[in-house]
């Protein structure tokens, strides 16, 4: 490989594991991250005497290798956690995944009459013919009939995301929504009506889709990343926290250095490759000189939906019925309560609550502490979770980039920028933020074990 570090740009799950391969290869790696510490959006605040993490997260994978390597790490550590969820509709909660005794008793026999018509009848149309245009709208009627999209799908998607299914790609529908076949239905009232009742809608793919058994730590997903990090120190890895990379400078199909900022002060640091982490759209525009016009009008095509988290301290045990409860009607789409996850919580007796609140940066409540405290608040009052006077600390906190937006056409813009970005030859880009999809931290890691992996190959 050229001399010089190679230099990892953002400390999330993808550049950890990248840095971390690169590492036990024997090469010298530089971890720039702009926080004060690792984990992006699997890390978290510590805030108090506690960490407040985004989300939380949860680990899992069906990968050996990478299980084995977090299991080594962690050790005792790393606990088995059994997820609940539960979901709001029509003014009921609902256990997730959805199951088909649940919906079928709790739905009126008037909506499920109308339900199962609207399925039939898009069912039908869907197989003689298709939409000339597709979009997620499009795809969900005809997995699930008009009725069900709206009762389940509609609104939801259109406030987590800030755009109507209609103006989504399909392929978002397609790859996190599984598809409600008709032998499925057929099979699923025969389990209802013959058989002993088992299993629920195969819908685990609406929200985060996980695979493997599920882990988290008494810290959180963030005592996984912080121990990453502590072991890349060991092995020689050197950080670069609250540095910013500005610029990637390049020589023709070549990237030169980086050029960062940090607290005020610029450097230039001249680096033998680049692996990059960070959000796809604003590394790309930082090239200098530029990928050319059409990469970088691509490059501001793609946008991520931003996050407001607000962490709540409660003088109690345990809050929610379920580890995460998901709203429509709230300013929140999901509250999550941290008791559920083994988590040691200070002072011992009280737990966290995480309210998530989607938006832009440009929206008012992102940049609103008090107002969105105290509209988070309200909903939780308004719907009997808790009181005020019970709350004994809050903290706001945010991630700009915390979802890849699926907008119609993206695939071709991504396309565009990732040809552009695959004609250096000593640059790969990975990770959720690097490549824009919407993945969990198993295969952001993979992604990072892989980018460093290409960059050995094609720099021996
Ligand atoms: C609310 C929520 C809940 C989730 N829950 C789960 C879960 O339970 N389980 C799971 O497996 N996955 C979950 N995920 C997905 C998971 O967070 C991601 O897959 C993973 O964290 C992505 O890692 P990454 O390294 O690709 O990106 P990031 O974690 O975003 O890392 C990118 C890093 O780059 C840094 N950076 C950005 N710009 C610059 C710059 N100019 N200079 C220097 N540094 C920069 C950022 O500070 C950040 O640290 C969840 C995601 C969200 C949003």
Redesign the pocket.
């Known amino acids: 490989m050229t001399e010089g570090h190679t230099v990892v740009?953002?400390?999330?799950?993808?550049?950890?594991?990248a840095a971390w391969r690169l590492g036990k290869r024997g090469i010298s790696v530089v971890l720039?991250?702009?926080?004060d510490h690792?984990?992006?959006?699997?890390?978290g605040v510590q805030f108090g005497g506690n960490v407040y993490e985004?989300?939380?997260?949860?680990?899992?994978?069906t990968d050996a290798e990478l299980l084995a390597e977090i299991k080594e790490l962690m050790g005792d550590d790393l606990l088995p956690y059994k997820r609940t969820i539960q979901i709001k509709f029509l003014g009921g909660y609902f256990k997730f995944p959805l199951s088909m005794t649940e919906v079928f008793f709790k739905l009126s026999p008037w909506t499920l009459v109308r339900a199962a018509a609207s399925f039939l009848y898009h069912f039908t149309v869907g197989a003689l013919s298709r939409p000339s245009v597709e979009n997620t709208e499009t795809v969900l009627q005809r997995y699930y009939g008009d009725v069900l999209y709206r009762i389940f799908f509609k609104d939801y998607i259109e406030r987590v995301w800030g755009i109507p299914p209609s103006e989504f790609s399909p392929s978002f529908a397609r790859q996190r929504i599984p598809r409600l076949n008709v032998l499925e239905i057929f099979d699923k009232f025969a389990t209802l009506f013959w058989k002993k009742a088992r299993g629920g809608l195969r819908t685990e793919g609406y929200v985060?889709k996980?695979e493997g058994g599920l882990y988290t730590t008494r810290e959180g997903?963030s005592m996984i990343t912080k121990r990453l990090g502590e072991r890349l120190v060991q092995t020689g890895c050197e950080f670069r926290l609250n540095?910013?990379?500005?610029k990637i400078l390049r020589e023709g199909d070549r990237v030169i250095a980086v050029s960062?900022t940090s607290q005020g002060k610029s450097e230039t640091l001249p680096c033998a490759a680049v692996i990059n982490?960070?959000?796809i759209n604003?590394?790309t525009l930082?090239f200098s000189p530029s990928l050319g016009a059409g990469i970088d009008q691509a490059a501001r095509s793609l946008r991520f939906r931003a996050?407001v988290?607000v962490g709540i301290r409660v003088c109690r045990p345990q809050v929610l019925p379920a580890s995460f409860m998901y709203f429509r009607e709230h300013v929140f789409n999901?509250i999550t309560d941290l008791s559920h996850f083994s988590f040691d919580i200070d002072p011992p007796g009280s737990t966290l609550l995480i309210a998530?609140v989607s938006c832009d940066p440009q929206d008012a409540v992102w940049r609103d502490e008090i107002g969105v405290k105290e509209a988070v608040i309200e909903d939780l009052e308004r719907e009997s979770i808790l009181d005020r006077s019970e709350i004994e600390e809050t903290v706001v906190f945010r991630?700009q980039?915390?979802?890849p937006i699926y907008t119609l056409g993206h695939e071709d813009a991504l396309q565009s920028v990732l040809k552009g970005l695959g004609m250096l030859e000593n640059f790969e880009t990975?990770?959720?933020?690097?490549?824009f999809q919407y993945?969990?931290?198993?295969?952001?890691?993979k992604?990072?074990y892989e980018a460093a992996d290409h960059l050995i190959e094609r720099m021996v």
Do not use: D, K, W
């Open positions: 740009l953002g400390g999330g799950c993808a550049g950890l594991a720039v991250e702009a926080s690792v984990g992006g959006l699997a890390g985004y989300g939380p997260h949860i680990f899992h994978t985060e996980t997903f540095t910013r990379v500005q960062l982490t960070t959000p604003e590394c930082s996050l988290f999901r998530e991630a980039h915390a979802h990975a990770g959720r933020q690097g490549r993945v969990n931290t198993h295969v952001a890691m992604m990072g």
